[in-house]
């Protein structure tokens, strides 16, 4: 199974969403709190170019948030791209 990385924070409605999604697939991931964490959030909107959260990573795929984790997975290729 692919590295997974997620900036987020605990309160954010669709990085829960997107880590519900991943539980239920059996993916384990990595989280990284960017809460309260400027340095932390700011190595975050370098590497995505963005400031939303979440960010995320499967492997050396940026994802991007929720929404698009979504789409993979109704377009049905969210499991592929974990499994690689």
Do not use: N
């Amino acid at each position: 199974m692919a590295d997974i990385l997620i900036y987020s924070t605990p309160w954010c409605p669709f990085c829960i969403r997107a880590k519900h999604l991943l539980k239920s697939k059996g993916a384990p991931f990595t989280d990284i709190d960017v809460s309260g964490k400027p340095d932390l959030r700011k190595e975050m909107e370098q590497k995505a170019g963005a400031h939303t959260v979440p960010q995320i990573w499967i492997g050396e795929t940026h994802v991007g948030g929720c929404d698009e984790l979504y789409a993979l997975e109704r377009q049905g290729q969210l499991d592929a791209l974990l499994q690689a």
